[in-house]
């Protein structure tokens, strides 16, 4: 067992590639994971062990993610959850308190990923001729669309701000030609000087429409997620990606092994207890080749025809000198931690105060006689007596400090409780575009560094889905063909005549129609 590498021509060591599957991806895997599990925040439900009896007291029959980062006198634990409830350990005899999680994270990214890719996009071709720059756009429309459209999108938006990054690997479809088989398939279709035409309608005389976005639509986008991305970069420039791997774990259809009755008894398996067979998937591409192995048996293999490596790396936010990106989650995890704790000790502070509390002394039985209207005591002891303590008092300076994290929260994110709809304070006049604008000036600042990465990116994207086509033979491009602008919609809300008023005003001013019409929004 083991990696056979000669596929590559000897330039991939196997070794180095079997300490970056068994060592360095736990270490990944670690790390994205637990940015992952405070942006979703998933609830791990107890088991039947001794310590998780001991938390049902709490009342809850559950656990969240983002308790990894309370302190044990709230909690109780050795440590927080982690990807499994089986793990945790009781710490003595600390009861376990409170404990209140308010998720900060997970709204922050997703008003991000929506200003970002909240309404549709638009992909406008750069060639030269009219009716091919039309052609292109359906064409590359018909693939993001083939591969969820918006969502696709958004669902990148999010990837790259939890993790920082996300990568795009493109797939053929089955059945795809290549360079050197061009079988199974309707035959290629003419090339740039060819009369084929996906401007006009598809009719049974002009199928090319038909047959072009057939193969197409075929073009698989897949994000990958950065626990299972072990990219090997050339050691001279960490922008260069010299082969893709990628290392996961994969449920199949079928039950593993079930073993005796007394192992599965011992086990703790039950009804609820996945048995699904898993196994160890690992895949290398190069821009010439690809290997796929499961359990470190190589299953698939094959050449790559396209003469470049498939996968585009996107950066969340650019950070020099680093094939990750900045994440948007992991500069607030310690604030995350801070509110969570203040808002947890606040509510054990409030379960033990806001309730007012009795101390009876000298009465025989108090303790089984409830303080209720109409309820009375006797005694023969002089000295008896019922003092009342509790009630709730009021704490400025833990309100003060809980308001100074969700600010720090806001300068951090550059996502303020405003971007969710929460209006708190008088905002003023904001009926003018400026004012609106200064409004979510940092949002708006953020969101344009983004667009760069994000747009950069889809161009990548864009240019390998046509050299692609180009080599099967299914619609020809030149290089200069393949160049192609991402047009953002605005975030914000726009008046409508303003809109008008000033595409007449530029129009006025000599400014193509053509160019007014696409400021506006209007395909031509």
Not at 208 to 224: K, M, N, R, T, Y
Not at 350 to 357: E, G, N
């Amino acid at each position: 067992m083991g990696f056979e590498l000669a596929l590559f021509g000897g330039q991939l060591d196997a070794e180095f590639l079997t300490w970056l599957v068994d060592a360095h991806a736990a270490t990944i895997r670690e790390h994205f994971s637990r940015l992952w599990d405070y942006y979703a925040n998933p609830m791990v439900p107890l088991g039947g062990g001794a310590a998780e009896r001991k938390l049902h007291e709490s009342g809850r029959g559950y656990l969240q993610a983002q308790e990894y980062g309370l302190p044990a006198r709230i909690t109780g634990l050795a440590q927080g959850p982690s990807r499994g409830a089986s793990g945790v350990r009781v710490v003595g005899d600390i009861q376990r308190k409170e404990v209140v999680i308010e998720n900060d994270i997970a709204w922050r990214v997703n008003a991000a990923a929506d200003f970002l890719f909240g309404k549709p996009l638009r992909l406008i071709s750069r060639a030269a001729e009219g009716r091919r720059r039309s052609e292109i756009e359906t064409i590359l429309q018909a693939v993001f669309a083939a591969n969820g459209g918006l969502g696709f999108f958004q669902d990148m938006a999010v990837l790259g701000s939890v993790y920082g990054f996300v990568d795009c690997y493109l797939r053929a479809g089955a059945g795809i030609p290549n360079a050197s088989s061009r079988v199974g398939g309707p035959a290629p279709l003419p090339g740039p000087g060819a009369s084929c035409s996906l401007a006009t309608p598809s009719t049974p005389s002009s199928p090319c429409l038909s047959s072009v976005l057939q193969w197409a639509q075929a073009i698989d986008l897949e994000l990958i997620e950065a626990p299972r991305a072990l990219p090997i970069l050339d050691e001279d420039d960490y922008r260069v990606i010299r082969y893709y791997v990628q290392h996961f774990q994969q449920r199949k259809n079928a039950v593993g092994r079930r073993g005796s009755f007394l192992s599965r008894l011992l086990g703790g398996t039950g009804p609820r207890t996945d048995a699904r067979q898993v196994v160890a998937v690992t895949e290398i591409t190069s821009p010439e080749h690809w290997q796929r192995y499961e359990d470190e048996e190589l299953v698939a293999a094959g050449d790559l025809p396209w003469g470049f490596l498939p996968v585009v790396h996107i950066q969340n936010v650019a950070q020099p000198y680093y094939y990750e990106g900045v994440s948007d989650v992991e500069p607030l995890i310690p604030l995350q931690d801070e509110l969570n704790t203040r808002l947890s000790d606040r509510a054990s502070r409030i379960t033990f105060q806001s309730f007012k509390m009795y101390l009876g002394k000298g009465i025989e039985g108090f303790q089984d006689k409830p303080v209720a209207p109409g309820r009375m005591w006797h005694t023969d002891n002089p000295s008896a007596s019922i003092q009342e303590f509790g009630g709730d008092a009021a704490a400025p300076s833990e309100d003060l400090h809980i308001a100074e994290i969700r600010e720090a929260m806001d300068k951090t994110s550059g996502v303020t409780p405003i971007m969710a709809g929460i209006l708190k304070d008088r905002l003023g006049n904001l009926t003018s575009a400026v004012a609106l604008r200064l409004t979510f000036l940092g949002m708006l600042n953020k969101n344009e560094r983004k667009r760069h990465t994000y747009s950069e990116g889809l161009k990548k994207i864009c240019r390998m889905v046509l050299s692609m086509l180009d080599t099967a033979g299914v619609y020809g491009t030149d290089d200069a063909e393949r160049d192609v602008e991402v047009a953002f919609a605005s975030p914000m809300p726009e008046d409508t005549m303003e809109k008008l008023r000033e595409a007449q005003i530029k129009k006025e001013l000599g400014v193509p129609a053509e160019q007014v019409l696409q400021e506006l929004g209007y395909p031509q």
